[in-house]
């Protein structure tokens, strides 16, 4: 096809999108979707082309959590719409700001016809339009703002016919966000109040602040507080000689009793769910419950609180610090010589002494793992699926920082480590990426074991293989249920990941993981699968806990 004097709308979208900053999208491109992907490449835009729109949505979300950008995906109407629903109900769910870009057949005789907009809205995305050529420049920056400034995943459907029609000649930028309204000065004086007479205080620090690790750390200081996070902010404060880790079922047991024993919690932008702090467990009964958000409706909602603070956490911090100065507080509070030193002897699972499990031709799940962190980089990116094994790679392998753990699980969904490590690769070239699978998710997802050769990434995908569905079998197995549907015939993980250019390798015990280190030392040319066939007989310790959600 010529290029056309006068851009049609679907060509305007895809260049106004690269001039808002748009780098890197992901998709599975059809007819509907075609021009526009075509648009935003040609301005300069790189495409992932995923085999799966599950995956590229995966890959979308993984991409904005690790990069900060915004996620961007591209779909063709109808079944690439659904195809792309798991990915998108993650992503909605965990605020990820994402764009999707999907062409929508509007005439209801179509067979491409569903109702796009309610299936959107019916998953907590936002629905919008580009509804008419005229209005196509303020649709899509009233739909950019949304994804951006208020951390949504936002549904754009591009019609088909108005894709087509000329587009006018203004494509402007969108409204700049208003500032962050200021912390009110009475919450700030009841937080400080709240530290200054805590003996005990723990900060438990969500995606919410991550933004704030150096101002949360001044507070902590004057404070005498220790540090934690959720799952999704893991790695926050490593290294800190006060640090937790993570809070909730994958908290060592010395960080479970010091944060039972806290006379105070205060979570930074951390939902303060089920999952945090394991069904309420890690409260102690007269610890006071403090929640910092910048989202009124996400104070209380999911544990009581004794005080809600709307704000955003580095501005709060700053804020109670100065507060504290002015009052003249600075004290030890529950940073002890004591708890320095527990914390540096069993404050990591790996200083934590374990029965190795022996089954024959099978490896402990545990040891793997530590293996594993001995072998890798420190430089890493951890992207974990959902499953009984999941615990295994979150409390074993050690990550940088929270760009380098990267946790789509708010769905609860298996399947999608594997694109969640592709687009977490994309985004940090320079990290080696490691996508923790079970064998269930593994084989769920696969289809973008293609994708990672194909683009040449920096992947180590390990399979933590029990040929079972483990998390049911563990779930039902002990009231004697049959287990016939949850569990499978050996599959040859590895000769699948050769099929698919990779290198792989089975592992059955320690000396087995030789050519996982040869591979690790380089070059790397082409991504590694580990087949782990893992020790079975055991359900991960954290399971009993998840399934009180259900
Ligand atoms: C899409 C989806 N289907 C089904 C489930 C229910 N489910 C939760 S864990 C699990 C088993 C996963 O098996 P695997 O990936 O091998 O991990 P394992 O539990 O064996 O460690 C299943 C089927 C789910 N969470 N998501
Ligand atoms: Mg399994």
């Not at 890197?24 to 075509?38: A, D, L, M, R």
């Not at 620090?205 to 991550?210: K, S, V, Y």
């Not at 974990?384 to 753990?405: E, H, I, K, R, T």
Request: net charge negative.
């Amino acid at each position: 096809m010529t290029a056309q004097a006068v851009p049609t709308v679907a060509q305007a979208v895809g260049t106004a999108l690269a001039g808002l900053g748009v780098t890197t999208f992901f998709g599975v491109v059809g007819s509907g979707n075609f021009h526009v992907t075509n648009a935003l490449t040609a301005a300069g835009a790189r495409f992932i082309a995923a085999r799966h729109e599950g995956g590229a949505a995966v890959m979308a979300d993984a991409y904005a959590r690790v990069s900060g950008e915004l996620g961007v995906l591209s779909v063709h109407q109808g079944p690439g719409l659904t195809n792309a629903m798991t990915g998108i109900t993650e992503a909605a769910k965990s605020r990820t700001p994402l764009l999707i870009l999907a062409a929508e057949a509007t005439a209801p005789r179509s067979n491409f016809h569903i109702g796009q907009s309610a299936l959107a809205e019916a998953v907590g995305a936002v629905a919008d339009r580009v509804s008419s050529a005229a209005t196509a420049p303020e649709d899509l920056a009233r739909a950019y703002h949304t994804a951006t400034a208020e951390r949504r995943t936002v549904l754009l459907n591009l019609p088909l016919d108005v894709q087509a029609a000329p587009a006018p000649a203004a494509f402007g930028l969108p409204a700049r966000p208003a500032a962050a309204q200021p912390t009110a000065p009475e919450a700030i004086a009841a937080l400080a109040a709240a530290l200054a007479k805590a003996k005990r205080p723990v900060f438990l620090a969500g995606r919410g602040a991550r933004h704030a690790k150096k101002d949360l750390i001044d507070l902590s200081e004057r404070s005498g507080a220790l540090l934690a996070t959720s799952a999704v902010s893991r790695g926050l404060f490593r290294a800190h000689p006060f640090n937790l880790d993570v809070s909730g079922g994958f908290a060592t047991p010395v960080a479970a009793e010091l944060i039972r024993d806290a006379d105070l919690l205060v979570g930074w932008g951390c939902a303060l769910n089920m999952w945090t702090l394991r069904h309420g467990a890690l409260v102690g009964e007269g610890t006071t419950v403090v929640q910092v958000d910048l989202d009124r409706d996400a104070l209380g909602a999911h544990h009581r609180i004794d005080l809600g603070v709307v704000g955003d956490a580095a501005a709060t911090a700053n804020a109670v610090a100065a507060e504290l100065e002015r009052r003249g507080h600075h004290a030890p509070g529950y940073r002890s010589a004591k708890v320095a030193e527990r914390l540096a002897r069993e404050g990591r699972w790996r200083d934590v002494p374990y029965q190795e499990e022996t089954e024959d031709g099978r490896i402990d799940p545990r040891t793997l793992s530590a293996a594993l962190d001995d072998l890798l980089p420190a430089e890493r990116t951890v992207a974990v699926d959902s499953g009984n094994f999941m615990g295994y790679p979150s409390m074993y392998l050690d990550v940088p920082d929270p760009d380098g753990f990267v946790f789509t699980q708010a769905f609860q969904s298996i399947g999608l480590g594997l694109a969640t490590a592709v687009g977490a690769a994309v985004a940090r070239p320079d990290r080696l990426t490691v996508a923790a699978l079970g064998d269930g998710g593994a084989l769920m997802g696969i289809s973008e074991l293609e994708t990672a050769v194909r683009l040449g990434l920096d992947v180590l995908v390990v399979v933590y293989d029990d040929e079972a569905y483990g998390a049911e079998v563990h779930h039902f197995g002990p009231d004697g249920h049959p287990l016939d549907n949850v569990t499978f015939p050996p599959a040859d993980i590895a000769a699948i990941a050769r099929g698919f250019g990779c290198a792989g390798v089975t592992i059955r015990a320690p000396a087995d993981l030789a050519p996982v280190a040869s591979w690790i030392s380089g070059p790397r040319d082409r991504p590694m699968l580990v087949d782990a066939k893992v020790a079975r007989a055991n359900p991960s310790w954290w399971l009993a806990e998840a399934f009180r959600g259900h």
